[in-house]
């Protein structure tokens, strides 16, 4: 049985922005984050979206505030 997975094309597409503005690659990115560069790529097209904690991880990564986001 397939588990149903909510897609969010909006968060990912910030995902993937504000790691293409930082300048890190995906692989240190999800270095960074403790999960797989497929991970991250299923991030970035919003396939996926990453937990709470991830997600805050990210933006201390990226240097990016909370109130950035768009949604």
Known sequence: MEAKRSLD??????????ICNSGLTHEAIAESLNVSPRAVDYYCSGQRKPKQTTLLKL??????????IPF
Request: aromatic share 4%; net charge negative.
């Open 9 to 18: 094309p909006d968060l990912g597409l910030f995902i993937h922005t504000i």
């Open 59 to 68: 933006l201390r990564i990226t240097g990016v505030n909370a109130e950035d």
